[in-house]
């Protein structure tokens, strides 16, 4: 069970992390955006690590203070969850 949730979050962070890309590259162009709603809900879901880091790396969501103090909250969450279950669960580990 520990091995799926680390592999949810896992792939919810690559989803998150690849859509502020995305969205950064469709705001240069002036295309078809991801709404912020999905933005959040992917970070809230699991990929909260994926969107803090997508957000820092593509310099997009940085001006808005709920996305800067929002996604920093869900990337220390989601690491200490995953640190957590590292840590309860030796068997993953060895």
């Known amino acids: 069970m520990t091995n799926v949730l680390l592999m949810f979050i896992l792939i919810m962070s690559i989803i998150a992390f690849v859509l502020m890309g995305y969205d950064k590259s469709q ?9 912020e709603k ?7 879901v699991g990929g909260g690590i994926g969107a803090y880091i997508g957000m820092q790396m593509f310099r997009h969501k940085t001006k808005h203070t709920n996305f800067r103090v929002g996604f920093l909250m869900l990337m220390i969450l989601y690491a200490f969850l ?3 279950i590292l840590t309860k669960d030796s068997s993953i580990i060895a």
């Open 82 to 84: 995953i640190f957590y």
């Open 38 to 44: 999905t933005l959040w809900t992917l970070a809230v």
């Open 27 to 35: 705001a240069r162009k002036q295309g078809q955006r991801i709404s």
